[in-house]
């Protein structure tokens, strides 16, 4: 059964940094598209960054500079790491993979983690 499972969210003063983890079972992550999304309070969904399988990354222009996603092969966990955070990054996060693309839509979620930046 191929699951997801988030950790590191918390509460955070404007300008500290958190450590987001991404930990499957079921399936070997290298061999998978990975997304980091968030959402936050009466907004819609938003893509935060993924690395597909060729190792190629991208971020949303609200994140870039600031956070940075890498995989760990051998524990079979993708993080985000968030640096200089802001209020507006408030937010429950997400990972998501998908068998084939960085997408909007990915194919399997985690249940999110929930990071509050205090002002």
């Known amino acids: 059964q191929l699951q997801l499972v988030e950790s590191g969210g918390g509460l955070v003063q404007f300008g500290g940094s958190l450590r987001l983890s991404c930990a499957a079972s079921g399936f070997t992550m290298d061999d998978y598209a990975i997304g980091w999304f968030r959402q936050a309070p009466g907004k819609e969904r938003e893509g935060v960054s993924c690395?597909?399988?060729?190792?190629?990354?991208n971020y949303s222009d609200s994140v870039k500079g600031r956070f940075s996603i890498s995989r760990d092969s051998a524990k079979n966990t993708v993080y985000l790491q968030m640096n200089s955070l802001k209020p507006e990054d408030t937010a429950v996060y997400y990972c998501a993979a998908d068998l084939f693309f960085c997408k909007d839509a990915m194919n399997y979620w985690g249940k999110g983690t929930l990071v509050t930046v205090s002002s």
């Open positions: 690395i597909n399988k060729r190792g190629f990354i």
